[in-house]
């Protein structure tokens, strides 16, 4: 269960710093943070590596379940996060 948690963080990052990098592409002294530098290194971490193994994992109906809960969770914590 602490893959499919890693692989959110992964994605949400991913989205997040894609989205900055465009928003502050065109400012004179783009925030190194949220430019381009950070996102190539994001990327780099473990988003997609684990899609082949994910792939191969056999989940019962209840871990299925949870797992779905999971994703659900963790998808609305962040979006309330950027709310706040």
């Not at 997040?16 to 502050?24: A, G, H, K, P, V």
């Not at 996102?39 to 780099?44: D, M, Q, R, W, Y």
């Not at 899609?51 to 797992?67: C, G, K, N, V």
Request: hydrophobic share 35%; proline share 4%.
């Amino acid at each position: 269960m602490r893959l499919v948690i890693i692989e959110v963080m992964e994605a949400t990052g991913n989205a997040t710093f894609d989205t900055l990098s465009r928003i502050t592409a065109g400012l004179k002294s783009p925030p190194e943070y949220c430019g381009v530098p950070h996102l190539n290194h994001e990327t780099g971490h473990t988003i997609g590596s684990e899609e082949a193994f994910i792939d191969t994992l056999d989940f019962s109906s209840a871990e299925r379940e949870q797992s779905e809960n999971m994703i659900k969770s963790c998808f609305q914590s962040f979006y309330n996060f950027l709310l706040n």
